[in-house]
């Protein structure tokens, strides 16, 4: 599975947009891009995931650059309860699905 | 609520004993996987199991060892515990094989190990 890197820290203003980027230089092409996040002491929980296109829900949107070496995760109106450590992976989509390297991801603190 | 359930949620062990962690996977999903998560640090990939066979694992000893079951249920076994082996474990489930599932994978919300 390819590597990724994310800033260790960021923080962002209630109700503003938060942004957040993942290089994942080394991705292959048949590798997926997906997005975790971890409430204290929670499980992680998935957000969204995407190949090649920008993707949308009800979570967040994911924009993924044309040559898809980085992606950027986009809460559009951030709360309080969108701190938390956000998680960027890549990996093949085939029978080794489980195994995701899980870097040490991006600590987003939402302040008032 | 992800349909990950796991047990015990908190334990304490001593130096050298052995544990058992218990997950209970999404219904339908067939394949599990174990994470272990130190303090600080983001998840690490344990084993994971297919169709109740073990077909990845990452950089753990022998020690670490699982079964997968028909209905679903998983455990994660340790032995001979040490000291750094205190940590979250994750279970996380997913159904491979199915383009519409996006291969997601979905985490418990995991057990706490400590380890005296």
């Known amino acids: 599975d390819a590597k990724t890197t994310q800033p260790p820290s960021m923080d962002c203003a209630e109700g503003r947009a938060a942004n957040l980027p993942c290089n994942h230089s080394?991705?292959?092409?048949?590798?997926?891009v997906y997005w975790y996040r971890q409430i204290h002491s929670q499980g992680p929980q998935y957000i969204i995931h995407?190949?090649?296109n920008n993707e949308t829900n009800e979570m967040a949107s994911l924009i993924i650059t044309e040559d898809r070496k980085s992606s950027t995760l986009i809460l559009p109106h951030a709360t309080l309860r969108d701190t938390a450590v956000y998680y960027c992976?890549?990996?093949?989509?085939?029978?080794?699905?489980?195994?995701?390297?899980f870097g040490d991801g991006t600590t987003l603190t939402v302040k008032p | 609520e992800t349909g990950v359930t796991q047990s015990p949620t908190h334990l304490i062990k001593t130096r050298g004993q052995q544990v058992t962690l218990r997950c209970s996977s999404q219904?339908?999903?067939?394949?599990v996987s174990w994470y272990q998560q130190a303090l600080g640090q983001g998840p690490q990939f344990i084993f994971q199991?297919?169709?109740?066979?073990?077909?990845g694992r990452g950089n753990f000893p022998p020690r670490f060892s699982g079964l997968q079951f028909p209905n679903y249920s998983s455990e994660l076994n340790v032995n001979a515990l040490e000291l750094d082996d205190s940590a979250l474990y994750l279970c996380?489930?997913?159904?491979?094989?199915?383009?519409?599932?996006?291969?997601?994978?979905?985490f418990g919300e995991g057990s706490w190990l400590t380890v005296v």
């Open positions: 995407g190949l090649k």
């Open positions: 992976i890549v990996r093949v989509f085939n029978t080794n699905a489980g195994k995701s390297t």
């Open positions: 080394t991705i292959s092409g048949n590798e997926y």
């Open positions: 199991y297919y169709r109740e066979e073990e077909n």
């Open positions: 996380a489930s997913s159904l491979v094989g199915q383009l519409s599932s996006g291969n997601t994978i979905y």
């Open positions: 219904s339908g999903h067939n394949t």
